[in-house]
């Protein structure tokens, strides 16, 4: 048991840590890359060409552009952030083989180790081969993917490279994973003392600078941007100024470099309040943040030199042109890049000289207190592995606030429509066409579902006690999942506000819209499918625990209940749940309705089968086997309460040793018991 739950625990501060660096993986290759692409398709179109670069063209078409943006940033992610996992796990392998353990003298006194400095040589010999050795491995993949004109890495470079351009695509794909692989050396090698991927300092940081970077990122996008453009631009600068830099990719860009120079300076707000605290040279337990910080610095440093002067060498002497080129253009384009960025920002800047000073000093202000935000958050940063520790220290929330919470939150979320960008009427509009139709629909359903089970299955709980159409809880039960079915609609109303409007958002009708292959169409799907439930099985998990519990207790109060408590939660819990349903107001998302829709429906008819009462053996035994959850799993969960956390999969229960199926696959090890019972909160 202890075993399993320590592997758990290790497992799910591993998965955590790995998403994070492949969620700023993704905002560097969907954002970063694509504006400094764009960039360079408008002033150095020449260099485009010697590489078999096709420029950057955004034609107004949102979607496309946006689909095939997206498309390259999650392919590119998703591999970039396995290949720098991989460096971690190799260079973790090097270590151990060759640091051996010291063997104790006869005085009982462990003799000192083996020549640091030659072990230490070793280590660095072994991995720039490995590394060298990577390289060759993925450049000469890349080549044969791009000569062989198939394959889904040749579809996502083919939109960047002209058929003419294996050895550039070769050389800059290669040359890009091996920086990645070396990044990955370079934190492992600093890390030998954690459970997780990297130092615990790292681990303490990295959640609050990557939320303040997402969160100055979409402040500047969709806040800053707008209202400089629409207010601010009128007023204080000349209309030449700003209408040259007023495109679609220079604003992401910008808005990313916003986003990395605040997060830059919320940093330096955390070194100056923990070197006043604590001092640069003492975290525990790996060492001084400064010696940390200089040997990644001189790791990635000493990773691109070698790695340019390898590919300048391996390219010698028929393409060494090309590669020198090649990397001389990716040097010369992220300068020139930032160069455009400040140039920008000195153009915004008032001509009055005095309105000019009061920009700059307001900025220096806004600099100020970033710096001392970063300052007040650190002493409240939490390790990831720490976070159940704090949560466990936290004052619970009481059923008199989740009740106050109750109505209030779907008044929020309505009032929320008032501030649409576009058209608040037509928010509202697709609200109650939204509302009104998932009623009649998970109603109607809800009763035919109650006839199926009655018809088809076996009742599993309380066979002597009223249940179907004659459970006392019934209306209780309808109410609840309408208020839920509320908040849904709350969400939906703002992307499907947009599509009625014609404005661009995830949703369209056609495959092609989406700039998507079938195949990866699936593939985006099923991965986003896997994610989701990963986060509903964590979400439920989370209000399991002691201090959330008050806004769950209330689904639980139904313990044998029937498919109308299907969708029967607290709003706020409905919020957690739904929420990430806003996703669908952006483009890159791509959601082709027709190919959606089904997987909607067979969501919704889950769920209802999950809560209607009955076993229908046909749908157990075909579904339990694929770790799709069934109503004998989930009853058991309202049952106990305590154990079968899952939602649509039950494969993070089988793993994480917290509930077995009768239908399903032998457990592994015995289920854990976990969370508050309803008795408990007060």
Same mark, same amino acid.
Request: hydrophobic share 50%; net charge neutral; proline share 5%.
């Given at each position: 048991?202890?075993?399993?739950?320590?592997?758990?625990?290790?497992?799910?501060?591993?998965?955590? #840590?790995?998403?994070?660096?492949?969620?700023?993986?993704?905002?560097?290759?969907?954002?970063?890359?694509?504006? @400094?692409?764009?960039?360079?398709?408008?002033?150095?179109?020449?260099?485009?060409?010697?590489?078999?670069?096709?420029?950057?063209?955004?034609?107004?078409?949102?979607?496309?552009?946006?689909?095939?943006?997206? #498309?390259?940033?999650?392919?590119?992610? %998703?591999? $970039?952030?396995?290949?720098?996992?991989?460096?971690?796990?190799?260079?973790?392998?090097?270590?151990?083989?060759?640091?051996?353990?010291?063997?104790?003298?006869?005085?009982?006194?462990?003799?000192?180790?083996?020549?640091?400095?030659?072990?230490?040589?070793?280590?660095?010999?072994?991995? @720039?081969?490995?590394?060298?050795?990577?390289?060759?491995?993925?450049?000469?993949?890349?080549?044969?993917? !791009?000569?062989?004109?198939?394959?889904?890495?040749?579809?996502?470079?083919?939109?960047?490279?002209?058929?003419?351009?294996?050895?550039?695509?070769?050389?800059?794909?290669?040359?890009?994973?091996?920086?990645?692989?070396?990044?990955?050396?370079?934190?492992?090698? !600093?890390? #030998?003392?954690?459970?997780?991927?990297?130092?615990?300092?790292?681990?303490?940081?990295?959640?609050?600078?990557?939320?303040?970077?997402?969160?100055?990122?979409? %402040?500047? %996008?969709?806040?800053?941007?707008?209202?400089?453009?629409?207010?601010?631009?009128?007023?204080?600068?000349?209309?030449?100024?700003?209408?040259?830099?007023?495109?679609?990719?220079?604003?992401?860009? !910008?808005?990313?470099?916003?986003?990395?120079?605040?997060?830059?300076?919320?940093?330096?707000?955390?070194?100056?309040?923990?070197?006043?605290?604590?001092?640069?040279? &003492?975290?525990?337990?790996?060492?001084?943040?400064?010696?940390?910080?200089?040997?990644?610095?001189?790791? !990635?440093?000493?990773?691109?030199?070698?790695?340019g002067g390898f590919c300048l060498a391996i390219n010698a002497p028929s393409e060494n042109a090309t590669a020198g080129v090649g990397l001389q253009f990716m040097a010369q384009s992220v300068a020139d890049f930032a160069s455009k960025q400040l140039t920008f920002a000195v153009a915004i800047l008032p001509q009055n000289r005095s309105h000019a000073l009061a920009c700059v000093l307001a900025g220096a202000v806004v600099g100020a207190s970033v710096v001392a935000a970063g300052?007040?958050?650190?002493?409240?940063?939490?390790?990831?592995?720490?976070?159940?520790?704090?949560?466990?220290?936290?004052?619970?929330?009481? %059923?008199? #606030?989740?009740?106050?919470?109750?109505?209030?939150?779907?008044?929020?979320?309505?009032?929320?429509?008032?501030? $649409?960008?576009? +058209?608040?009427?037509?928010?509202?509009? &697709?609200?109650?066409?939204?509302?009104?139709?998932?009623?009649?629909? @998970?109603? &109607?359903?809800?009763?035919?579902?109650?006839?199926?089970?009655?018809?088809?299955?076996?009742?599993?709980?309380?066979?002597?006690?009223?249940?179907?159409?004659?459970?006392?809880?019934l209306l209780k039960e309808a109410a609840e999942t309408s208020v839920a079915l509320y908040i849904f609609a709350c969400f939906a109303a703002w992307p499907l506000s947009l599509y009625r409007l014609g404005l661009p958002c995830a949703l369209v009708d056609t495959l092609e819209e989406t700039g998507d292959g079938v195949w990866f169409y699936a593939f985006k799907t099923a991965f986003g499918l896997l994610g989701a439930d990963w986060y509903m099985y964590m979400k439920h998990?989370?209000?399991?625990?002691?201090?959330?519990?008050?806004?769950?207790?209330?689904?639980?109060?139904?313990?044998?209940?029937?498919?109308?408590?299907?969708?029967?939660?607290?709003?706020?819990?409905?919020?957690?749940?739904?929420g990430p349903v806003l996703f669908a107001i952006f483009p890159w998302v791509g959601l082709c309705i027709p190919l959606h829709a089904p997987v909607l429906v067979f969501l919704a008819v889950l769920n209802l089968y999950l809560h209607c009462g009955y076993t229908i053996g046909l749908v157990e035994g075909i579904l339990a086997p694929m770790f799709v959850n069934t109503s004998a799993f989930h009853n058991a969960h309202h049952f106990k309460t305590r154990t079968h956390f899952?939602?649509?999969?039950?494969?993070? +229960?089988?793993?994480?040793?917290?509930?077995?199926?009768?239908?399903?696959?032998?457990?592994?090890?015995?289920?854990?018991?976990?969370?508050?019972?309803?008795?408990?909160?007060?």
């Amino acid at each position: 048991m202890s075993r399993c739950t320590s592997a758990a625990k290790s497992g799910v501060l591993i998965t955590t #840590q790995v998403s994070l660096i492949g969620s700023l993986a993704y905002v560097w290759f969907s954002t970063g890359v694509h504006s @400094i692409w764009d960039h360079v398709s408008h002033t150095n179109k020449d260099s485009l060409s010697v590489l078999s670069l096709k420029p950057y063209t955004f034609d107004g078409d949102v979607a496309s552009s946006s689909h095939s943006q997206s #498309q390259f940033a999650l392919l590119s992610a %998703l591999t $970039h952030t396995l290949v720098l996992v991989m460096g971690i796990v190799v260079m973790g392998a090097i270590t151990k083989a060759l640091s051996p353990s010291p063997a104790p003298s006869k005085r009982g006194c462990s003799e000192p180790a083996t020549n640091k400095k030659a072990v230490g040589s070793f280590k660095l010999v072994a991995s @720039i081969s490995f590394l060298l050795f990577f390289f060759v491995i993925t450049k000469t993949y890349f080549k044969h993917a !791009f000569d062989a004109r198939e394959g889904l890495v040749y579809q996502v470079s083919s939109s960047f490279f002209y058929e003419s351009g294996v050895e550039p695509f070769a050389i800059l794909g290669s040359t890009s994973y091996s920086i990645w692989m070396a990044c990955g050396f370079a934190v492992r090698a !600093f890390s #030998q003392d954690t459970d997780g991927l990297y130092p615990r300092v790292v681990s303490r940081w990295l959640p609050t600078i990557v939320a303040s970077l997402v969160a100055v990122h979409l %402040l500047s %996008l969709n806040i800053l941007f707008p209202t400089y453009y629409n207010i601010v631009k009128p007023i204080l600068v000349p209309e030449h100024a700003a209408e040259a830099t007023h495109d679609h990719a220079f604003v992401e860009g !910008f808005s990313l470099l916003a986003a990395l120079t605040h997060g830059a300076l919320f940093a330096v707000g955390m070194v100056v309040r923990l070197a006043r605290t604590e001092g640069l040279r &003492s975290i525990a337990p790996e060492g001084a943040v400064l010696r940390f910080t200089v040997g990644i610095v001189t790791n !990635f440093a000493m990773a691109v030199l070698v790695i340019g002067g390898f590919c300048l060498a391996i390219n010698a002497p028929s393409e060494n042109a090309t590669a020198g080129v090649g990397l001389q253009f990716m040097a010369q384009s992220v300068a020139d890049f930032a160069s455009k960025q400040l140039t920008f920002a000195v153009a915004i800047l008032p001509q009055n000289r005095s309105h000019a000073l009061a920009c700059v000093l307001a900025g220096a202000v806004v600099g100020a207190s970033v710096v001392a935000a970063g300052f007040l958050v650190e002493p409240s940063t939490v390790a990831l592995e720490d976070i159940p520790a704090k949560l466990g220290s936290m004052r619970p929330f009481t %059923l008199k #606030q989740a009740d106050a919470l109750f109505y209030i939150t779907p008044l929020a979320c309505t009032a929320v429509g008032v501030a $649409h960008p576009h +058209d608040p009427s037509m928010f509202f509009d &697709s609200l109650v066409r939204c509302f009104v139709i998932l009623e009649l629909t @998970i109603m &109607s359903g809800s009763f035919l579902m109650v006839v199926a089970g009655k018809t088809f299955g076996t009742r599993i709980q309380d066979m002597d006690k009223p249940h179907d159409f004659r459970s006392p809880w019934l209306l209780k039960e309808a109410a609840e999942t309408s208020v839920a079915l509320y908040i849904f609609a709350c969400f939906a109303a703002w992307p499907l506000s947009l599509y009625r409007l014609g404005l661009p958002c995830a949703l369209v009708d056609t495959l092609e819209e989406t700039g998507d292959g079938v195949w990866f169409y699936a593939f985006k799907t099923a991965f986003g499918l896997l994610g989701a439930d990963w986060y509903m099985y964590m979400k439920h998990r989370i209000l399991h625990s002691r201090n959330f519990f008050a806004f769950h207790r209330s689904h639980h109060m139904f313990r044998d209940p029937t498919p109308f408590a299907g969708f029967a939660v607290h709003p706020v819990e409905a919020v957690v749940t739904f929420g990430p349903v806003l996703f669908a107001i952006f483009p890159w998302v791509g959601l082709c309705i027709p190919l959606h829709a089904p997987v909607l429906v067979f969501l919704a008819v889950l769920n209802l089968y999950l809560h209607c009462g009955y076993t229908i053996g046909l749908v157990e035994g075909i579904l339990a086997p694929m770790f799709v959850n069934t109503s004998a799993f989930h009853n058991a969960h309202h049952f106990k309460t305590r154990t079968h956390f899952g939602e649509i999969l039950w494969l993070w +229960d089988w793993i994480l040793c917290t509930g077995d199926h009768p239908y399903g696959w032998k457990e592994r090890s015995p289920t854990r018991v976990l969370g508050a019972t309803i008795a408990s909160v007060k």
